[in-house]
């Protein structure tokens, strides 16, 4: 029988992470956020609300639906509060080693049937996978941000992924409202193959001096019709996340299209990460809450 995956956990409460437990929240299931202390649990309410706020105002939720909602969400520091859960999705940053040291105390909290999934973006699945003692229960799910809005969901199955765990994971996908895909273990999968190559470059673009970032960004929100320009997308995306991105494939394929332009590392050191922080190719009044770090 299918699982129903009524409480779903999900672990690191970044810009991610957070719009993952919305997903989750909106769409009726009961969610356990995990973060590491108390300040980025904290961060993780505080997207929630600030979200959801957002949607009461521009009247898309009731406040009544908005208390449902949150009431649905528990924030935690502990991951020992996961050990219900028929699903765990993993949306810490990008970094192999803290991945699979979570998947293996993650694979002895849960039951022997709950699903353990990353939400990694270019990392191997397969080698977070093997960190636990049973990876045919471990795939990748991966959402793209914001997480509440894109109705897009890959599903990374690896070499030994259980059908039936690819299937239920597909189904889940579906039931939240995203399509899914069925992408095999390559950095990057579908979409950040193609995504991160243009942004590179147009990152590149600017830092030769080669056009304004507005222009650049004009040139493919009207010259193209994308919905956003690629440096108001790299601040969105967050300059520390698609640098780890960037290197990653980079290591992985050697394309050099993939190699980070040196920018990008200058402005994460300099503290100029995009919207989370306040500022990055763009400035923004205030550090967007939606957008935590
Ligand atoms: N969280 C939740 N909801 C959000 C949101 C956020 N951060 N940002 C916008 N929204 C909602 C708004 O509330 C609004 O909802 P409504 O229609 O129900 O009222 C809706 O999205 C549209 O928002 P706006 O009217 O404010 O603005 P836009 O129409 O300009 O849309 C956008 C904003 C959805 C961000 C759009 O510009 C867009 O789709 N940009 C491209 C984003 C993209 O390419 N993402 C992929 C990045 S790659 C990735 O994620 C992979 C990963 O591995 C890095």
């Given at each position: 029988m299918a699982r129903d995956f009524s409480t779903v956990g999900v672990i690191g409460l970044g810009t991610m992470g957070a719009g993952i437990v919305e997903v989750f929240a909106r769409n009726g299931f009961d969610v356990i956020a995990v973060d590491v202390d108390d300040a980025a649990v904290e961060r993780g309410r505080t997207h929630l609300q600030h979200s959801t706020d957002r949607a009461v105002s521009r009247g898309k939720l009731t406040p009544e639906d908005q208390a449902a909602l949150i009431g649905r969400a528990t924030f935690t520091s502990?991951?020992?509060?996961?050990?219900?859960?028929q699903l765990v999705v993993e949306a810490v940053p990008e970094q192999l080693d803290l991945k699979k040291e979570i998947f293996a105390k993650v694979d002895g909290i849960v039951a022997p049937d709950a699903v353990l999934a990353t939400n990694t973006s270019s990392l191997p699945v397969t080698e977070i996978a093997v960190a636990?003692?049973?990876?045919?229960r471990v795939v990748g799910m991966h959402f793209f941000n914001p997480a509440p809005v894109l109705k897009f969901v890959e599903v990374v199955r690896t070499v030994v992924t259980e059908d039936e765990v690819f299937e239920d994971v597909t189904g889940l996908a579906q039931r939240l409202g995203k399509q899914p895909v069925v992408v095999g273990d390559?950095?990057?999968?579908?979409a950040n193959a193609l995504l991160f190559g243009y942004l590179n470059h147009a990152v590149s673009m600017f830092e030769s001096r080669y056009a304004s970032r507005e222009d650049i960004d004009a040139a493919m929100?009207?010259?193209?019709?994308?919905?956003?320009g690629p440096l108001a997308l790299m601040d969105l995306i967050g300059l520390d996340t698609a640098y780890e991105i960037l290197d990653t494939m980079y290591k992985q394929?050697?394309?050099?299209?993939?190699?980070?332009?040196?920018i990008i590392k200058q402005m994460v050191s300099a503290g100029l990460k995009g919207r989370k922080s306040g500022r990055g190719f763009y400035t923004y009044a205030e550090p967007d809450s939606s957008q935590v770090a």
């Open positions: 502990d991951l020992g509060d996961l050990k219900d859960c636990t003692n049973n990876p045919k390559k950095a990057g999968f579908i929100r009207l010259g193209c019709g994308y919905p956003m394929g050697r394309d050099r299209l993939h190699a980070p332009s040196p």
